[in-house]
Structure formats: structure tokens, C-alpha cells
């Protein structure tokens, strides 16, 4: 199993990013897929979820309106596209693969990406 996470970088406020994860060593049309984040200090936490088919999608509070999930099973690659950045957006962004579609995402314990920092400053 490998998840890799790319596109991270620094942008300034209300700026935008992608990021990307490319799945590989499993079945990846098969299972739910999120996006986690955590910030210096702070536990980490669901920013974004979606079912196998993405037929559902679940955001956190924080987010909503602002980020969308989407995925590419024919590729393998889960998405994170992030725009209008708020300075609280800036974390190391993990993707996982999972089950219990995406309100009830249950992260699986060895499938997690290694992360990519975002950083939200001017």
C-alpha cells in the first residue's frame, strides 16, 4: 500500500492549491478516501471525505464551501482542491484510505500517506 501526497506549498492568503494523491498496492476504486490535516499543536482532524464511487461527499465545518474532494479511479488519485486559504488552513495534509463511506469515514491504520505542508501566509 502507498499514498503519496503532492501540491503542497506556501500561498497567501485567499489563494488557492490542488493536491494530489496517488494511490498505489490496493484497489483504490474500492475504498472511501479522505483528507486529513494537522496543524502544529493541534491533533489532527477529517477536512474531507468521499465514498468509493463519489456519490457522497462530507466536509468539515471549517472547509465547507471553500475545499472540494474528488477522486480519479481510473488513475488512482485522490483529489484536494483548496481555494480561498485562510492563514487556519496552514497543516500537513494527509490523505487515507478507509471505509464507512464519507460522514462516518474510519481512517484504516496503514493507509495514510506520509503528508504535504500547506502554509498559508502573505
Known amino acids: 500500500v502507498q499514498l503519496v501526497e503532492s501540491g503542497g506549498g506556501l500561498v497567501q492568503p485567499g489563494g488557492s492549491l490542488r493536491l494530489s494523491c496517488a494511490a498505489s498496492?490496493?484497489?483504490?476504486?474500492?475504498?472511501?478516501m479522505a483528507w486529513y490535516r494537522q496543524a502544529p499543536g493541534k491533533e489532527r482532524e477529517k477536512v474531507a471525505a468521499?465514498?468509493?464511487?463519489?456519490?457522497?461527499?462530507h466536509y468539515a465545518d471549517s472547509v465547507k464551501g471553500r475545499f472540494t474532494i474528488s477522486r480519479d479511479n481510473d488513475n488512482s488519485t485522490l483529489y484536494l482542491q483548496m481555494d480561498n486559504l485562510l492563514p487556519e488552513d496552514t497543516a500537513v495534509y494527509y490523505c487515507?484510505?478507509?471505509?464507512?463511506?464519507?460522514?462516518?469515514?474510519?481512517?484504516?491504520?496503514?493507509?495514510w500517506g506520509q503528508g504535504t505542508q500547506v502554509t498559508v501566509s502573505s
Open positions: 468521499i465514498t468509493y464511487t463519489a456519490d457522497n461527499t
Open positions: 487515507s484510505a478507509g471505509r464507512r463511506g464519507a460522514y462516518y469515514f474510519t481512517p484504516y491504520d496503514n493507509m
Open positions: 498496492g490496493f484497489t483504490f476504486s474500492s475504498y472511501a
